[in-house]
């Protein structure tokens, strides 16, 4: 990575904001939390509200004419040509039971299209950092999703999902129970944490549904720079504006296809 370059530049101060949230994390973790619950009916903590503000409020101090879309405080200036999108907390429910698989989110989109994406878990002390162009790296080292040479085959693939019920239409379940009948095995509840896992070559699919950009956007430039596939479930790719709500992420071309094939 050169770090004169804009993109690098704009990732270090994407890791300072992580080292920002992950303390007020780490101290809430474990914790007796104040919890609601939103109008989608997911839940949200003071964490999820505390780690957002810290990160916007750094944002907003080094970058005014940068917008930001946060999960908890709504947007501000979405029609930027750079925009920070942050999920403070994604898989608040396995913050809320004390389960370390959660993930805070951090993205930048220049004209829609996510170029830099982090990963952070900060418990476990894992940061994946995605560089449009460059490749992922996990602990300051280079990481690679499992290539077609090692798995190909759905048979031999593992798949991984946040939760059954996700999938809220009768095309969605019947798609991903296709898919899951496909493959080796299924693995539920890693949230973020699975996309990281399939960057360093440990799941080979992931597939969700009922995301939202804030969910996506830091994703793409860490699955992608690790060699893997991330679209939608018809294979386009993810801006802004884009819309869809469903992810299908990959180690490699091959099992995209056939994933796609079956979802379709």
Same mark, same amino acid.
């Given at each position: 990575m %050169?770090? @004169? @370059?804009?993109l690098?530049i704009f990732?270090?101060?994407? /890791?300072?904001l992580a ?8 101290r809430?973790?474990?914790?007796s939390?104040? %919890?609601e &619950?939103?109008?989608?009916h997911?839940?949200v903590?003071?964490?999820d509200r505390?780690a957002?503000a810290? +990160?916007r409020? =750094?944002?907003m ?6 917008g930001?879309?946060g999960?908890? +405080?709504?947007?501000?200036?979405a029609?930027a040509?750079w ?7 994604d ?12 993930g805070?989110? !951090?993205?930048?989109?220049?004209k829609?299209?996510?170029?830099v994406g982090i !990963?952070?878990?900060?418990i @476990?002390?894992?940061?994946w ?9 996990? #602990? #300051? ?10 798995? @190909?085959?759905?048979?031999?693939a593992? =798949? ?7 999938f809220? %239409?009768?095309?969605?379940?019947h798609?991903?129970?296709q898919l899951q009948?496909?493959c080796r095995? /299924?693995?539920? #509840?890693l949230?973020?944490?699975?996309y990281?896992? =399939? ?12 995301m939202?950009p804030?969910? !996506?956007? *830091?994703?793409?430039?860490?699955v992608?720079g ?8 018809a294979?386009?790719p993810?801006t802004?504006?884009?819309?869809s %709500?469903?992810v299908l992420?990959?180690g490699n ?5 056939a994933?796609c &094939?079956? =979802? *379709?």
């Open positions: %050169t770090q @004169s @370059s804009p690098a990732a270090l101060f994407a /890791t300072f080292d920002a949230a992950g303390p007020l994390l780490r809430y973790f474990r914790t939390l104040l %919890t &619950t939103k109008a989608d997911s839940p903590t003071e964490a505390g957002e810290v +990160m409020a =750094l944002i101090q080094r970058y005014p004419d940068h930001i879309i999960e908890e +405080m709504g947007n501000h200036r029609d040509e925009v920070w999108v942050l999920d403070p907390i898989g608040t429910k396995a913050f809320m039971a004390g389960a370390p698989t959660f805070t989110l !951090i993205a930048l989109c220049h829609g299209v996510p170029v !990963i952070d878990q900060p @476990s002390c894992e940061r950092i995605g560089i449009q162009g460059q490749p992922t790296q996990l #602990g #300051g080292r280079p990481v690679h999703a499992r290539p077609a040479s090692s798995v @190909s085959d759905l048979g031999k593992l =798949l991984a999902a946040t939760a059954p019920d996700m809220t %239409t009768a095309a969605e379940r798609g991903f129970t009948q496909a095995f /299924t693995r539920f #509840g949230d973020c944490y699975a990281g896992l =399939l960057a360093v070559g440990q799941i080979d699919l992931v597939c969700e549904a009922s939202k804030h969910d !996506i956007m *830091a994703l793409v430039p860490v992608e690790a060699g893997g596939i991330i679209t939608d479930w294979g386009k993810f802004l504006d884009g819309g %709500t469903q992420a990959a071309k091959e099992l995209h296809r994933a &094939t079956l =979802l *379709a």
